[in-house]
């Protein structure tokens, strides 16, 4: 379904303009949107789609100077690291291939949180649009 979407000026950078909408739909939607997303260019966005019965949540995330993010998100509103990636990041520190500290924050989006978070702050009274549709 079309949305139409109100921008308004982005007070974390001249020249700017930042939008944001609240919307349901079918799991999984959050990905699709992110894909359509990733095809503009200079472009920095969240998506975060909540857990809901038997099916877990999504956080995605974008920048120009970190490209994609992508976590599971779990219904506490936890992101949920694999086993087999702990695995894998501990085996390569302990191998001196890299900082655990660091893989870690990676995982949990760390570097993307504080590169958006100058950009999470709206303007007063910045419109917020409810989009709902169908389940």
């Known amino acids: 379904m079309p949305v139409d979407l109100t921008w308004t000026p982005q007070p974390a950078a001249p020249n700017v303009v930042r939008a944001q909408a609240e919307w349901e739909g079918r799991p999984g939607i959050a990905a699709a949107i992110t894909s359509s997303l990733m095809g503009w260019q200079r472009i920095r966005f969240e998506i975060t789609e909540d857990a809901s019965q038997g099916v877990d949540g999504s956080r995605h995330a974008y920048t ?5 993010f992508n976590a599971v998100i779990g219904a506490a509103g936890d992101i949920m690291i694999p086993e087999d990636r702990l695995r894998a990041v501990m085996l390569m520190a302990s191998q001196g291939r890299c900082v655990l500290e660091d893989e870690l924050d990676k995982m ?3 570097p993307w949180d504080e590169e958006l978070e100058p950009f999470r702050y709206a303007g007063d009274g910045a419109p917020v649009r409810w989009l709902h549709a169908a389940v």
């Open 64 to 68: 120009p100077t970190l490209g994609a």
């Open 108 to 110: 949990l989006g760390k």
